[in-house]
C-alpha cells in the first residue's frame, strides 16, 4: 500500500500522519513543492513582527519528526500531473527532471494561491522593489530580506483581512508607519460592521493609518527608491501615498490545477469538488484543505479555506486513503483573530449568509462583561448573537473583547452549540463554568444569547 | 397573582427575576433573611482580600435595581412556617413579630448553612475570638472587621476546597502568613490527585503552608490574646500551630428546616427532593438552590450546590410559579477555580464517580499548550480526559492551566460536548477557533481528546 500526499502544508501532512496512524504497514510519502514541509503558515505574521525567534520554530513538526512517523518526504518537488488510470504521479524533482511515482491512493492538498488584485504595476514589481505578496515561506524571507534590506520607515498594506491585519500589528512592532486600505467599507469584513468599527478604533489607537472604501488602482517605482501608491477613496476621489514598501494580502484563490486537469469537476469560488468522505470522484484520488470546497453545517458547499478546516479534511482523506470510512462532519467558519490588544471572532452564520441559505435571522448585540465587574479588569465582550426567528435555532455568533477576556475560547461554546444545532434559548441551560475573576453566573455567552431571547423571543417555547 | 420566592441568594432572587420578566402582572416578594439581597456569595473572597472596593459591589444587582423590576423585599425577615393547605408563609419581621403573607405559589431559596466540623472549642469561640465561618455577608463583615481589630499576622485556614483555596489567596494578598489545613491527602479534593498536586505547587510557590491528611481536633484561646489550634498530621501525629485568627471554611449543607417542616421529602445530604419541574410536591411549593437535590446529566439525583446551578433552578421555579412548564436540564458539575496564577477547572465526572454511575471509565493525561510554542507566551494546560472505555462516550474533563490560558473557557467546550453525549472521538469533529496567539489547529481541547482516543480507541470506530 502506498499513499501519496501532495502538499507539504495543513491538508498534506495531516493526511500522511493520519494513514501512518492508522496503518503503520502503509507507505507515505509526501510531495511537497517547497523545502518547508508542515510550516504554520498562520503564524509567518509574527515572524514577520519578530515575535518568533527562528523561521525554524514555525514549523508544527521538524523535518526529523515527520521522518519519524515513517513517512517519506519529496521536498522541492512539484506535482505536475495525475495519471488517474495509470495510478501514478508525475513530479519534477530539485534536478528539474520529471519522474512517475505509483501509488495506490493520493490524497492532494495542494492548497491556495494568493490572489493578486488588478493593480496596475503589480506584475511588473516584486520583491526586489519592495512589492509583496505572501503566503508561502518563499514570500517571506523574500519579506524579511526586504525589510532588513530597504529597513522600510512606511509601509502600506493593502487588504484588511484576517491576515492584513495581523500584518498591520507586526509591521508596527517593526516600528514601521503603517497605512491600511481596503475596498470594503470596514476593516474586517468579515464580521458585521458594529464590530469591524472595534477593530478599526484599536488599529487607529495603535497609529496604524486606515483607508476603508479605498481600492489600489497602481503601484509605481517612485522618487529614491520609494513606492508610488495610487488609489481611488470614497466618491472615486484620487488618494495616492508614497511609502517604503508594499504588502498585497488580499486573500487566497483555489489551486486546483493538476487536479482539474486530471478530470475533476469544480464547485464554489472554483474550488474542486469533494464528497464527505473527500474523495474527488477520480479514482483513489482524494483531496483536502484549501484546495477544496468545504462542507458548511449551515450553508451546504461553500469555500471557506481555513487551516482548522485543512487539519480536519487532511485527516479524513488519509484515513479514508488507507480503507477507513471517515467523513468530514463540516465546517461552521470559525474563526478568531488578534489585532494589538483586541480578539474578534466569529462562528456561523452572519445574516446576509443565513437569509442566503434560507433562514429568517435576527441579530442582537450585547456587550457583557467577561467577568464580574465588581473583580478588577472585568471588560465587555461586544457580542452579536444570530438566531432564526421562526424556529428559535442558533445560528451564528460574532464577538470582539479585550484579550484578557477569554473571547477566542468563549466562541468555542457557540460553535459547539452551533455543532448540536441548539436553539438560542436552548444555551440558558448550559452548564458553563463560573468563578468571580473568570466569568458570571450566567456566561457571557448565554447574557447574549437571553438578550436575543428577550428581543425575538420573548415567550418561554417549552 | 402572588408569587413569594424566600432567599435573597442566587435561587429566590433568580426565580423573582423571571417570573416578574414573564407575568409583569404578577405580584412577587421576595423574603430575606438578612440586608442583602442579591449579593454574589462567591465574590466574598474577593472581597476579604481587598480586591472588591466597597462591599457593596459584590451585589449582582442593586437594592433600586430589583425594585426596579417590581418585586417587592422583605428584608431581614425570617420565613418560619409554611402552611401549605392554608397557601400562606409564616414571617418574623425586622420588628420580631409573626405574620403571615398569603401567596399563590412559593418559592423556597433557603440555600445552604456552612458545615461546622467536630472541632473542641468552636462552639465555644467565635468572631470576637478571631474564630469564623464565612458564608453570610454578615460572617464576612465580622471577619473584615476582626482582620482590622486584631491586625493577625498568621492565620490559619481550616479546608482547602473552593472557597478555602480563595481564602487562602485573599489572605495572602493582605500580607498575612496563612496556614492550610486540611483532612484529606490533597487540596482541592473535587480534581484528580494529579491536578491536585500543580494546585498545590501553586500554594507553595506564593508561601502558604500547607499541611494535608492533617485533622484539626481542637482551638483554644492561646497566649496573649492568640489562639491555639491542635491537630492529627498523617499517622496520627500531634501537630500544633499559634496563629492570630482561625476560618473554618469546610463545605456547606443545605438548609431545609423550614421545607421538611412542611412536610418536604429529602434525598442526598439531606436536600429537599425536587422534580425537573422543581416542583417540592407540596402544593404550589417549588424548591431551588443549595437547599435542594441536583438532578446531574450523568449521575441522576446528587447534591452538587453550585451558584450556577441556583440561578438556572431559580429561572425554572420562577417560570413555572407563574404558569410555565420549564424543566431543569440538569448539572454538569462545572466548576472553576483561580488560585494565584493558576486556573483549575473540572466539568463531568471523574473515575470513581463515573464507576458508580455504571459507566467503565478510562483517563489519559495529556499537557497541550494553550497557544502555538512559537508565539511568545505559550503555557502547558493540564488536562484529565475521562471517557467510558466501551461506548468511546465523553465523562468528563479536568483541567489545570495558567491564568492567561483561557483554561476556564476551554472548560465550556468540554461542558457543552457533555451536556450533548458527544464521543471523545466526536470532539475532533468540532469547529473550534484557531489563531497562533491564542490557540493550535486542533485546540488543546481536542489535542487531549485525541490522546485519550490513541490510547484507549486506537481504531477508527465510524
Known sequence: ????????????????????????????????????????????????????????NLAHRTHADLQATGMDLHLDTLATHIDV?????????????????????????????????????????????????????????????????????????????????EMAEGLTARGIAVTQVE?????????????????RAELDRHGVDVHTRTTVRRIARGESGGLHVIGEGPDRQPVAWDVDLVLVVVGVRPDTELLVAAGATTG????????????????????????VTTAHRLLGTTYLPLG???????????ENAVGGSATYAGSLGTQVVKVFDLVAARTGLREHEAVAAGFTPVTTQTAPDDHKAYYPGASPITIRVTGDQHTGRLLGAQLVGA??????KRVDTYATALFHAMT???????????????????????????AWVAEHQPRPTH
Not at 493526511?15 to 507507505?27: I, K, Q, V
Open 183 to 199: 475596498m470594503l467599507p470596514q476593516v474586517l469584513p468579515t464580521v458585521d460592521p458594529e464590530l469591524g468599527a472595534l477593530v
Open 424 to 450: 438560542v434559548d436552548g444555551l440558558a441551560q448550559l452548564d458553563l463554568s463560573y468563578t468571580p475573576p473568570l466569568g458570571s453566573p450566567w456566561d457571557a455567552v448565554q447574557i447574549a444569547a437571553q
Open 1 to 56: 500500500m502506498h499513499v501519496i500526499a501532495i502538499g507539504g502544508s495543513d491538508a498534506g501532512i495531516s493526511a500522511a500522519l493520519r494513514a501512518r496512524e492508522l496503518d503503520p504497514t502503509s507507505r507515505v510519502s509526501v510531495v511537497v513543492a517547497d523545502a518547508y514541509p508542515n510550516f504554520s503558515i498562520c503564524g509567518i505574521p509574527y515572524y514577520v513582527s519578530g515575535e518568533v525567534g527562528h523561521w525554524r
Open 268 to 291: 464554489p469560488r472554483g474550488a474542486v469538488n469533494v464528497r464527505p468522505d473527500m474523495a474527488t470522484g477520480l479514482a483513489e484520488v482524494w483531496a483536502a484543505g484549501d484546495c
Open 308 to 318: 482548522t478546516t485543512a487539519h480536519k479534511q487532511g485527516r479524513v482523506a488519509g
Open 403 to 408: 484579550r484578557s477576556t477569554e473571547t477566542a
Open 85 to 165: 488510470d495509470g495510478h501514478r504521479l508525475q513530479v519534477r524533482g530539485p534536478d528539474q527532471n520529471l519522474t512517475w511515482l505509483d501509488y495506490d491512493a493520493l490524497v492532494v492538498g495542494t492548497g491556495a494561491v494568493p490572489v493578486r488584485p488588478p493593480i496596475a504595476g503589480l506584475d511588473d514589481l516584486g520583491p526586489d522593489d519592495g512589492v509583496h505578496l505572501l503566503h508561502t515561506m518563499g514570500d517571506t524571507f523574500a519579506l524579511t530580506a526586504s525589510l532588513e534590506r530597504r529597513s522600510p520607515r512606511t509601509a502600506l498594506i493593502v487588504g484588511a483581512g484576517y491576515v492584513g491585519l
